[in-house]
C-alpha cells in the first residue's frame, strides 16, 4: 500500500517505489485527498464495465471495485465520462435502498486498471453528489465483497431442505421489501409506468412480442403495485448469509446487489413483474417446479395479491422475463444450456397465459 498527496511536489507513484518498500504516507494537508495502491486479485469484464476483485492494504477486508468503461447500446450511453458519473451516482443511490451495508460509497480513479494488476483511487466518498465529483474524471464504486458460497445460484445447488428454507426465506425478504421499503410512486407516475404503452415500449425494447397480450394487462396499472423496484432480482445478484447480529449464527440475511440504474423504464414496474424475474431464474435453475411455485404461492399470500388477475399478469411477467433471460444468458453470458432451459420455459409459460386469457368463461 501507498498513499500519495496530489498536491504535494513529493508525490510519488508506483513506477519509483520498489517491491519490497513499505507503506507511506506523504505529509499534506489533511483536507487534501490521498491516492492508494490496492492490488487486483482477479477481474471480470462486460460491455459496460470492469470489476475488480481486491482487498483493503490495511485491514485486508475484500472488496469489489466497479468501473464503467466507454461503451453504448439501446439501453444506454456511457460513452461520456459526465454520463458514466451520473450512472455510477445513480447505482450507489439506488442499491443503497436494498442493500446499504454492502455498498460503500465512490473514489475517484487515477490510473487504467484494466491494463495493470492494481487499482489507484482517491478517498472515498460515502455520501457522494454530482456536484461533488471532479469534472473529467471517471470514478471507481466501491463494494464489499460477499463470499461466492453464499451466492443463490450456489445455494441452490444443496439438498431439497436446505434449498427451501433458503426460497421461503428470500421470498419473505423480497416481499417485505415490496411492501415496506421500495418507493410507492404518485398515481400519475404509476399509471405512466405501469400502463400499456410504457410496457409496450418496454417489451418491444426486450423482444417486440406478444402483443395480443399486452391490452390484458393494462389492468395492473390501478392495481397500486407499480413501484421503484429493484430490476434484476436474480441468483447472481443475490446472496444469503448468516446474520452476523445472531451469536448463534440461526438466522439468515439477504443481500440483494446489482439494481437497475439505467433506465427507469426497467425499475419503475410493477411489484409482480420485479418477483418474476427472480422466479423465472429459480425455476430454470431447479428441478422439480415445486421450488418456484411454492415461491409464487408464498409472495402472492404475503402481498395480499392471491387471486386470478394477479397470477394471470404474473404469468405473463414470467414470460417476458423467460425471453429476456433467455437472451442475455445466450447472447451476452455464453450461458447456452440455461439460456435454452429459459426458453423452454417461456413457450411453456406462453401457452398457459394464452389458454388462462383466450379460453376463459365468459
Same mark, same amino acid.
Given at each position: ?197 410504457? @410496457?409496450?415500449? *418496454? =417489451?418491444?425494447?426486450?423482444?417486440? %412480442?406478444?402483443? #395480443? ?6 389492468? !395492473? ?30 438466522? @439468515?440475511?439477504? *443481500? =440483494?446487489?446489482?439494481?437497475?440504474? %439505467?433506465?427507469? #423504464? ?6 409482480? !413483474? ?43 411477467? #414470467? ?44
Amino acid at each position: 500500500m501507498y498513499v500519495v498527496d496530489l498536491s504535494s511536489e513529493s508525490a510519488f507513484t508506483h513506477h519509483n517505489i520498489s517491491e519490497g518498500s513499505t507503506p507511506e504516507v506523504v505529509p499534506s494537508h489533511p483536507t487534501l485527498s490521498h491516492i492508494t495502491r490496492y492490488t487486483i486479485t482477479s477481474r471480470q469484464a462486460s460491455e459496460s464495465s470492469w470489476i475488480f476483485f481486491t482487498s483493503d492494504p490495511v485491514t485486508f477486508k475484500p472488496l469489489v471495485m466497479k468501473v464503467l468503461r466507454p461503451y453504448s447500446d439501446i439501453r444506454y450511453n456511457l460513452s461520456d465520462v459526465a454520463e458514466r458519473q451520473r450512472c455510477q451516482i445513480e447505482a450507489f443511490q439506488q442499491n443503497r435502498i436494498f442493500t446499504p451495508e454492502v455498498y460503500i460509497g465512490l473514489a475517484r480513479l487515477h490510473n487504467q486498471p484494466s491494463s495493470e494488476d492494481h487499482i489507484l483511487i482517491g478517498d472515498t466518498i460515502h455520501h457522494p453528489t454530482l456536484a461533488g465529483l471532479e469534472q473529467g474524471t471517471d470514478y471507481a464504486l466501491i463494494m464489499e465483497r460477499l463470499p461466492d458460497d453464499r451466492r443463490l445460484d450456489q445455494l441452490l445447488k444443496g439438498d431439497e431442505h436446505a434449498v427451501q428454507d433458503f426460497l421461503y426465506t428470500l421470498t419473505s425478504h423480497i416481499a417485505s421489501l415490496h411492501t415496506y421499503r421500495t418507493l410507492s410512486l404518485p398515481k400519475e407516475e404509476s399509471t405512466y409506468w405501469g400502463g400499456y404503452s410504457k @410496457l409496450q415500449c *418496454k =417489451l418491444e425494447e426486450n423482444l417486440a %412480442f406478444l402483443a #395480443l397480450v399486452l391490452v390484458k394487462v393494462n389492468s !395492473s396499472s390501478v392495481t397500486g403495485h407499480i413501484k421503484h423496484c429493484h430490476g434484476d432480482i436474480k441468483s447472481l445478484n443475490l446472496w444469503i448469509m448468516p446474520d452476523s447480529t445472531d451469536d448463534r449464527q440461526q438466522n @439468515l440475511s439477504v *443481500k =440483494l446487489l446489482d439494481a437497475i440504474d %439505467f433506465n427507469p #423504464l426497467f425499475r419503475n414496474i410493477d411489484i409482480l !413483474s420485479d418477483f418474476a424475474m427472480l422466479v423465472i431464474d429459480v425455476w430454470a435453475r431447479t428441478w422439480p417446479a415445486m421450488f418456484a411455485c411454492r415461491m409464487i404461492n408464498n409472495y402472492l399470500q404475503l402481498t395480499q395479491q392471491d387471486d386470478t388477475p394477479a397470477r394471470n399478469i404474473f404469468e405473463f411477467y #414470467l414470460v417476458e422475463k423467460a425471453i429476456v433471460a433467455a437472451a442475455i444468458n445466450i447472447l451476452f453470458d455464453n450461458q447456452l444450456g440455461l439460456g435454452l432451459r429459459l426458453l423452454q420455459l417461456a413457450q411453456e409459460h406462453l401457452e398457459h397465459l394464452l389458454h388462462c386469457w383466450l379460453y376463459q368463461p365468459a
